[in-house]
């Protein structure tokens, strides 16, 4: 299979297509990245939410990264920005894969927010991305957050 066909498998409206694709795909990084496992943590099927944990723990996760997850894949935006709050409590995490998910959040809401936690982490390396959704980005609002954000990464790093 490819990447394309096993995404549209993990999608597939039957619960047993889902499941069949989780147990022969987990362990294959190259055709199913985490992040399109972490939506099946929230799906219909019990059986399918037990197995895409089983896989993501495979790939490595912990119980904080699996908490993690279920919150940046939520259905609620507000869950999603509670990812936020949870990241200085877990400097173990790659902040800027994190960041760089919550800026690609179909929520112009959490976009905003995950531009002004970029200023947080000058450490993380985020300021391409934040380039990116200055120029690019579909809502005036979060151009107007990532351009700001980013002078104020700027003026950071020029006093350092």
Known sequence: PTRRSSDLLLRDEKSAVRRATLV????????????????????????????????LRKRGLHDDDLEMARMIS??????????????????????????????QDPEPAVRAAAARAAADYPQADFAARLREMAEHDPSETVRWNARFYLQQRSVRAARN
């Open 74 to 103: 939520h259905k609620s935006p507000a869950t999603r920005m509670r990812v936020l709050h949870r990241l200085p409590r877990m400097p173990e995490l790659n902040l800027g894969e994190w960041l760089r998910q919550l800026s």
């Open 24 to 55: 022969a795909l987990a362990s294959e990084s190259d055709l199913v990245r985490e992040e399109h496992l972490l939506p099946l943590l929230h799906d219909d099927d019990a059986e399918v939410q037990w197995l895409c944990e089983m896989a």
